[in-house]
């Protein structure tokens, strides 16, 4: 391998990460939660499930294609590649960045995360406010900023989200993110064999469809979350809901978390696997 120490240690570092996947026992409560959730979706007629859930693909799709050509996006974009500059000269573009070591482009990664994070942490304190307003565009907003964090994720580490399969690319790095610890490993390999794939042969074997039954699990908790909200959002201290508030941001701030930390994990691998790649 063609790697200094640090990225030898980091590489480790990820693939201990990758095999606690695989080593992951899911609880009696998880396997009963699977069992009730592969019955209640096998009550639907196979051709209903598969409909349903290629629209929500292409719903996610597009709306991951409508992030990425914002103004608010390509201004993002604009001060990842200036920071990239601040730290060598000699970049010019997107693609250069993939010449920084792994730690310099970590770094960048972090700054978008840690953003985003605080993003979803004030997007849960508004839920958690009991507004009307709030609860019903909570959804929507922790799919655009975790969307939104998986794209800076990728152009932090020099690669271009502005083609089909880039924007296909981060939307499978959010699912597999946002997928039950017991089925990362499926989600992961799934990604490692489009990593192998070159060009055409990613835009050949593309599957019928990204989200699967299991899918349904983030949005249940999101669920989840508004009832609990409700429940506590007329027990106010002072006036402020302040139980509330909190449930609202620290789900939030949880969720963000989970999916940029495996994202930042997943593009570090992907630069790596690459710069070995390159040097055989």
């Not at 292409?58 to 974009?77: P, S, V, Y």
Request: hydrophobic share 40%; glycine share 4%; charged share 25%.
């Amino acid at each position: 391998m063609n790697f200094s120490k640090r990225e030898e240690h980091l590489w480790e570092e990820l693939h201990e990460w990758r095999q606690s996947f695989f080593e992951y026992e899911p609880t009696d409560l998880e396997n009963t939660y699977d069992k009730w959730l592969d019955k209640a979706f096998s009550l639907l007629p196979e051709n209903i499930q598969d409909q349903f859930f290629l629209k929500v693909d292409d719903w996610l799709f597009q709306l991951n294609a409508l992030l990425r050509g914002t103004t608010l996006q390509q201004e993002a974009a604009e001060r990842v590649l200036a920071g990239a500059r601040s730290m060598d000269e000699q970049i010019h573009s997107m693609e250069d960045m993939r010449s920084m070591p792994v730690d310099k482009l970590t770094f960048l990664a972090e700054q978008q995360a840690s953003k985003h994070r605080l993003y979803s942490l004030f997007q849960g304190g508004m839920t958690g406010s009991g507004q009307t307003l709030a609860i019903s565009s909570d959804f929507i907003a922790m799919l655009v900023i975790n969307l939104r964090a998986v794209q800076l994720t990728a152009m932090s580490f020099g690669y271009e989200v502005q083609s089909p399969k880039g924007l296909l690319e981060t939307l499978k790095v959010f699912n597999v993110s946002t997928m039950p610890e017991r089925m990362k490993m499926f989600g992961w390999e799934d990604l490692m064999e489009d990593i192998q794939k070159d060009d055409q042969q990613f835009y050949y074997d593309v599957p019928d469809r990204i989200t699967e039954p299991i899918w349904i699990d983030e949005p249940l908790k999101q669920l989840l979350k508004t009832a609990f909200i409700l429940m506590f959002s007329k027990r106010k201290i002072s006036g402020v809901p302040f139980i509330s508030i909190m449930i609202g941001a620290g789900v939030n701030y949880q969720t963000t978390r989970k999916v940029t930390r495996f994202a930042i994990k997943y593009y570090q691998y992907k630069h790596l696997y690459e710069k070995n790649s390159s040097s055989l």
